[in-house]
């Protein structure tokens, strides 16, 4: 190798090391029991009118709670009691359950992002005051987490994102298709359902390890003489042993593929990231 390609690496390297900080690549785990959330309408259907929450405990998302009151919940099999509202009072109200608790009310809800309950299964709730039947709002979490914007810098990750998460322990698991969530609202934490935990032996405040994907394995291809050359649309065989950040610019390419044994600098996988460019390594 020549100099100037020692020199390329030594000064990527010096950036990524004063790029990064020394957090730790891991990430809070919260386990979410069943719940609800209300509307304001739907709370004083099986409360009374003009009911307001009351307070148990506040939860780690800022400005959420765990209210003193609970509701049942009931299907065409059975019921659940004692199901915790959070609050404050929601514009819709939805109803999150593991897939333990629908076998047990006979329901089929989907796995939802948290707010996604269009087409949802129906549920009863029931209150001191009434009950309410909801056509849509039950639904089994999709695995999430919430991110402030400075974690999501930290880990390299978007709003809408979907990583892996892998856990240590007795009974190690890797969770994929984890959504990842960016708002200043939000604290750093994963949340998983109650059937996810019991799968990992997981406890909250356990932590994961965020595995984002990495570079797939490209087919075997013959080798080329010119540094670059097309493979096929959005696709380029990168002939050089050393890919850097300004080489990943330069390609006008969502695909890259490299020879095994060539170096890719941190920065080229940056670059490549935040161009959404995809990095294969061919056998």
Same mark, same amino acid.
């Given at each position: ?5 020692i020199?390329?690496i ?5 950036q990524?090391l004063?790029?990064?900080d ?15 959330h209300?509307s ?15 307070k148990?405990a506040?939860?780690s998302q800022? %400005?959420?709670f /765990? ?7 009931v *299907? @065409?099999? #059975? &019921?659940?009691? !004692?199901?915790?509202? +959070? ?11 593991s ?11 989907p796995?939802?992002?948290? %707010?996604?309950i /269009?087409?949802?299964a129906?549920?009863?709730?029931? *209150? @001191?005051? #009434? &009950?309410?039947? !909801?056509?849509?709002? +039950?639904?089994?979490a ?7 914007p400075d ?9 809408g994102e ?8 007795e009974?190690?698991?890797?969770f ?6 960016? &708002?200043?609202r939000?604290k750093?934490?994963?949340h ?5 935990a ?19 394995q490209?087919?075997?291809?013959a ?30 390419s969502?695909?890259i ?9 941190p920065?080229?996988r ?13 056998d």
């Amino acid at each position: 190798m020549n100099e100037q390609a020692i020199r390329t690496i030594v000064e990527e390297v010096i950036q990524q090391l004063v790029k990064k900080d020394s957090r730790p690549n891991t990430i809070p785990i919260a386990v979410s029991a069943r719940h609800c959330h209300l509307s304001q309408d739907d709370l004083e259907m099986l409360f009374g009118k003009g009911y307001e929450l009351s307070k148990k405990a506040d939860l780690s998302q800022p %400005g959420q709670f /765990a209210a003193n009151e609970t509701v049942v919940i009931v *299907g @065409p099999r #059975g &019921s659940i009691e !004692k199901v915790r509202i +959070l609050g404050p009072a929601r514009s819709l109200t939805q109803v999150e359950v593991s897939k333990t608790d629908a076998v047990k009310l006979g329901l089929n809800p989907p796995v939802r992002e948290s %707010g996604n309950i /269009a087409s949802s299964a129906s549920i009863t709730l029931v *209150g @001191p005051k #009434g &009950s309410v039947f !909801k056509n849509e709002g +039950l639904i089994i979490a999709q695995a999430h987490i919430h991110m402030h914007p400075d974690d999501a810098a930290h880990f390299g990750v978007e709003n809408g994102e979907y990583v892996r998460i892998r856990t240590d322990g007795e009974r190690p698991v890797s969770f994929e298709k984890v959504l990842i969530r960016v &708002s200043p609202r939000y604290k750093l934490e994963m949340h998983i359902d109650t059937d996810e935990a019991n799968s990992g032996l997981i406890t909250s405040g356990q932590a994961g390890v965020l595995v984002k994907d990495g570079e797939s394995q490209a087919r075997p291809l013959a080798t080329l003489k010119d540094p670059v050359q097309p493979m096929e649309p959005g696709a380029v065989i990168f002939q050089k042993n050393l890919l850097t950040k300004r080489d990943v610019q330069a390609l006008q390419s969502d695909m890259i593929s490299v020879r095994k044994g060539t170096i890719v600098t941190p920065l080229a996988r940056d670059a490549a990231r935040e161009l959404k460019k995809t990095i294969q390594v061919m056998d």
